[in-house]
């Protein structure tokens, strides 16, 4: 066990052994970013294919190719990821810990999610994409040729066993890793929604993992499982796949109501209104959750009473979901608000949002989605929560948290403009998608005919997409244009939690000491009634910290060739893989790594310079 | 946070396996780890019962199981989690030496109840069950497949703890290791039971 | 500063003596429950095996005594019921919650006899 810093000089060694969770979540970040840009220029190339009626842009099996990949890499690749960056950056500084629980695990987990993104992309270039849509319902995806589905299984078996590691991780650093004082109910409500989000990534995922895997079976090894001739059956993927996903979408979601519920009241300047109310709604969301899958399979034919049950629990997720809307309302109301862009994207979730909420209670009525099923409603519905929701969290949380995670501020100005653009370009896009779900226009359709009167709104629609792509373009020039607005970026919104009590951006260990949290609101709690600074629940010593490793990219490495084997069969390469994989995990059992210690006096002078 | 040097012993603790906030990670950790594998097994069995109805005229459950000798396997399986617990009950008295031969009677047990297995699966394909004949069968083997993949992976998991810390006494870095492997074993004897239950007697009996 | 613990050094000791009784008991807990637990696998298995009983007493019965027994697996085995594992249980019994309804939703959901 050394006191000395292990770490080396060389910077890219540096960020590809890291175990740090601030430079993880920066690597999240950064991954989630990349596959957003992708996922919106596929975006793009279907709303120009669909601008006018019979254009010929694209042909159909890119259509289909472009139209699951977007699904996939968007939910999967960009949404899940970039709420990881912040749930790894933000979460272990709002608790007041150093690190989360398993540093090494953590690594492991963004790998995995990066090598299975990659993976999955691969499939463009060697003989298309996966093209049965994000939900790869079968037969159509069991009887699917050439090898796109099967990139598609091994790419998110990959990446969905990182987010099954990352979501154990942040559960228990939530419960083991607070800092003295800081009790459950006393966690910062983004802590609270990331940490039910990661209780429904537990439970989720290992049913997606088991319909990835018997798909996999039935492609690569002959498997029947769906096949109905010979006594398969095809419902059990869609209820496999839907007990995955739907929790999913509240992953998604939670996460973000959490930014939104740190954004408001520090810009209301007031505390978060029912604050308790806002933890059980959380909870119930992620209850329910759960018991709700099959309202995606209405039509599929289970039976009335199976609908009708279902139904229901469905529309029970609006009382939680409207605890939570009428609790941001009140702490808005009565506030001094300042309508800054982090701001602004809270205020433009409230509505947004709603409407996307209201369009599903209209989809649960299970007699109604008969009719709705397979239309542009349904399209309409989950880009406005989607969008609404989870995007319009990313970006608020990206306009709170930047000073902090990068040390400048974003451009204001560039932000609000950013913010109109996209609002409006989101509405123009969407808003018409109900009206041509209701005329009958299927969803996932390549083209569709001159007369059938939906060449207006689809081309209205398009224009909105650019819109949206205009406004985007513009936050990432001001990323780079703002880098120069470094004065007051430790505590520049005047914050309440734990993560502004320290340097923008943090000290490697965080804290120098652990603070001491005296309720609620730690840091508002001290401005107000203390004397602004956290007091520390240690004296100044020895602090200990993971020592960084190479092991996690070699492991996600030899899980990536594995892949590439099971997809071509080639067993001698699934064989190379595997054994990389299992030789590094074994490295990790037999080679004891215990971390190192900074001694006090490398902190004191931290301090000093600080 | 209670920082790994606030514990300052190296008495033996009560618990070592929990004394320190590794360990208590762990130990945390992996039983969440479980309560996702509950959902997996979950998965597996929901689709092994949806589908054992669909032999597509090749053998079915009733034609094949040989009910003794998955009783004599369960038996088996049952003794091997009795041996795990007296390894850790040793473990917490300081007994490196009971420790690693409780440990490695779990390990034989395993390696005895794998080998029934093996067989098991061969004799059913001799009889003409196999992996594609039928939904029945795809998902039969799916679901014992994966609980036997588990039980090797424990095999080799204990094994490389055992040879790794054959010399090393107990401490407050293998004593976590140890229990979690015991966990994990304890899991798997857990998920048996219940495929015992409902693959195999259902499968005879209803 | 204090030296750092090594946890690689291997504890020295006895266990105190409340410990080694509590230990005591807890082998002798555990080995009543594992005979136990091979009597219900027996009786579960007998009652298939033999054609004395019949299966619509059998079927039942042989599912309630595998969730017994899955149950003294977890509280006597895995030590589930000892103090501070809240958390534990919350995690474990939410799995099987959602693993039982994924096991109902595969059985009878599944398009075959409709609800």
């Given at each position: ?59 159909a099996q890119t259509f289909n190719e472009l139209l699951t990949m977007h699904g996939t890499t968007m939910i999967f690749l ?38 299975g993104?990659?993976l999955l992309n691969?499939s463009?270039?060697t003989g298309g994409a996966p093209d049965a849509g994000w939900t790869a319902y079968v037969p159509l995806s069991s009887e699917s040729a050439g090898q796109g589905l099967d990139y598609y299984l091994l790419g998110l078996q990959v990446s969905g066993l990182?987010t ?39 439970f989720a995922f290992p049913a997606l993992t088991i319909g990835l895997l018997l798909l996999m079976l039935e492609r690569l090894f002959g498997g029947q499982f769906f096949a109905v001739d010979f006594g398969g059956n095809v419902i059990i993927w869609q209820h496999l796949f839907w007990i995955f996903g739907h929790p999913e979408v ?40 759960f018991?709700v899958w099959a309202h995606h399979m209405f039509t599929v034919g289970m039976g009335?009473?199976a609908n009708?049950?279902f ?52 989809l649960?009525?299970s007699?109604?989605n008969y009719?709705f099923h397979d239309t542009?409603?349904v399209v309409?519905?989950f ?59 299927q969803r996932r359709v390549a ?116 892949s590439?084997?099971f997809i071509y069969l ?41 | ?38 959902v997996l097994f979950g998965s597996l069995i929901g689709t092994y019962l949806g589908l054992r109805a669909g032999t597509a005229d090749g ?70 069950l196999g992996f594609g004949t039928s939904a029945f069968s795809s998902a039969f083997y799916a679901l014992v497949g994966t ?60 | ?97 959602i693993a039982?309804l994924t096991v109902g939703a595969l059985m009878f959901l599944i398009g075959i006899v409709k609800y």
């Amino acid at each position: 066990m050394s006191t000395a810093q292990t770490g080396s000089k060389n910077v890219i060694w540096d960020w590809l052994t890291t175990v740090d969770h601030k430079k993880i979540g920066i690597l999240y970040l950064a991954g989630g970013a990349f596959f957003f840009v992708l996922g919106g220029i596929e975006a793009i190339l279907m709303r120009i294919q669909l601008m006018f009626p019979e254009f010929t842009f694209l042909g159909a099996q890119t259509f289909n190719e472009l139209l699951t990949m977007h699904g996939t890499t968007m939910i999967f690749l960009a949404a899940m990821p970039l709420l990881f960056g912040f749930m790894n950056f933000i979460i272990p500084l709002q608790i007041g810990a150093r690190d989360v629980a398993f540093p090494f695990l953590n690594a492991l987990g963004f790998w995995l999610f990066l090598f299975g993104g990659l993976l999955l992309n691969v499939s463009w270039f060697t003989g298309g994409a996966p093209d049965a849509g994000w939900t790869a319902y079968v037969p159509l995806s069991s009887e699917s040729a050439g090898q796109g589905l099967d990139y598609y299984l091994l790419g998110l078996q990959v990446s969905g066993l990182g987010t099954l590691i990352g979501g154990i991780n942040f559960l228990v650093t939530v419960i083991n890793m607070r800092a003295p004082g800081m009790s459950m109910m006393r966690m910062p409500l983004f802590t609270w929604s990331s940490f039910v989000a990661s209780m429904l990534i537990l439970f989720a995922f290992p049913a997606l993992t088991i319909g990835l895997l018997l798909l996999m079976l039935e492609r690569l090894f002959g498997g029947q499982f769906f096949a109905v001739d010979f006594g398969g059956n095809v419902i059990i993927w869609q209820h496999l796949f839907w007990i995955f996903g739907h929790p999913e979408v509240y992953i998604l979601i939670l996460p973000a109501f959490g930014i939104f519920s740190e954004v408001i009241p520090t810009f209301a300047k007031k505390r978060l209104f029912g604050y308790s109310a806002m933890v059980f709604a959380t909870l119930i969301i992620g209850f329910l959750g759960f018991m709700v899958w099959a309202h995606h399979m209405f039509t599929v034919g289970m039976g009335p009473v199976a609908n009708a049950i279902f139904a229901v629990a469905t529309m029970a997720i609006a009382v939680p979901t409207g605890i939570k809307i009428f609790n941001w309302l009140l702490t808005l109301w009565g506030g001094r608000i300042r309508f800054t862009t982090a701001n602004l994207w809270a205020l433009g979730f409230i509505p947004s949002f709603v409407m996307g909420g209201v369009t599903g209670v209209m989809l649960a009525v299970s007699a109604a989605n008969y009719q709705f099923h397979d239309t542009y409603f349904v399209v309409a519905h989950f880009h406005y929560v989607i969008i609404g929701g989870v995007v319009f969290g990313l970006f608020a949380g990206a306009y709170f948290w930047w000073p902090k995670m990068f040390g400048y501020r974003l451009n204001e100005t560039m932000g609000k403009w950013f913010f109109w653009l996209f609002l409006i370009g989101f509405h123009l896009t969407f808003f018409v998608q109900h009206f041509l779900g209701l005329l009958g226009m299927q969803r996932r359709v390549a083209s569709y005919l001159e007369g059938q009167g939906f060449g207006d709104m689809n081309f209205v629609s398009t224009m909105g997409a650019f819109l949206m792509s205009i406004a985007f373009i513009i936050f990432l020039i001001s990323i780079f244009t703002s880098k120069k607005n470094t004065e007051n970026v430790n505590d520049p919104w005047d914050g309440r939690s734990l993560e502004w009590t320290t340097t923008s951006p943090p000290l490697h260990y965080n804290y120098p000491q652990t603070p001491l949290v005296r309720g609620l609101d730690a840091f508002w709690l001290e401005k107000y009634e203390g004397d602004g600074r956290m007091k520390a629940a240690e004296p100044l010593g020895d602090i200990h910290m993971p020592n960084p490793t190479i092991l996690p990219i070699v492991i996600s490495l030899g899980l990536t060739i594995a892949s590439f084997g099971f997809i071509y069969l080639v067993y001698w390469l699934i064989f190379v893989g595997l054994g990389i994989t299992f030789g590094a995990m074994f490295i990790r059992s037999v080679k004891e790594d215990h971390g190192h210690h900074i001694p006090v006096d490398e902190i004191k002078r931290d301090l000093e310079e600080g | 946070m209670a920082e790994q040097q606030a514990s300052t012993y190296e008495q033996l603790p009560p618990n070592p396996e929990t004394a320190t906030l590794d360990g208590r990670n762990k130990y945390l950790g992996f039983w969440f780890f479980l309560g996702g594998e509950t959902v997996l097994f979950g998965s597996l069995i929901g689709t092994y019962l949806g589908l054992r109805a669909g032999t597509a005229d090749g053998p079915g459950p009733a034609d094949l199981f040989h009910l003794d000798l998955v009783f004599i396997m369960t038996m088996i399986l049952l003794t091997s989690s009795l041996t795990s617990v007296m390894a850790i009950i040793n473990m917490k008295r300081g007994s490196h030496k009971k420790l690693l031969g409780w440990m490695w009677g779990t390990v034989i047990l395993g390696a005895a109840f794998l080998g029934f297995e093996i067989y098991e699966f061969y004799d059913y394909y001799q009889q003409g069950l196999g992996f594609g004949t039928s939904a029945f069968s795809s998902a039969f083997y799916a679901l014992v497949g994966t609980h036997g993949a588990h039980v090797l992976f424990g095999i080799l998991w204990i094994s490389t703890l055992l040879i790794r810390y054959r010399n090393s006494g107990i401490t407050l870095t293998n004593a976590p290791k140890f229990n979690t492997a015991v966990l994990y074993w304890h899991f798997i004897d857990v998920v048996w039971v219940f495929i015992f239950t409902v693959v195999y007697l259902l499968g005879i009996g209803g | 500063m204090s030296e750092h613990v090594d946890p690689t050094a291997p504890l020295q000791g006895e266990p105190s003596k409340s410990t080694e009784r509590k230990l005591r008991k807890e082998a002798r807990v555990q080995i009543v429950s594992y005979f136990l637990m091979i009597f219900m696998t027996s009786l579960a298995f007998f009652s298939i095996a033999s054609d004395a009983v019949d299966s619509s007493f059998a079927i039942p019965f042989i599912v309630i005594v595998g969730a017994v027994q899955v149950v003294m697996q977890l509280y006597v085995f895995m030590h589930m019921g000892e103090k501070g594992t809240g958390w534990i249980n919350t995690m474990i019994w939410s799995g099987i919650l959602i693993a039982a309804l994924t096991v109902g939703a595969l059985m009878f959901l599944i398009g075959i006899v409709k609800y």
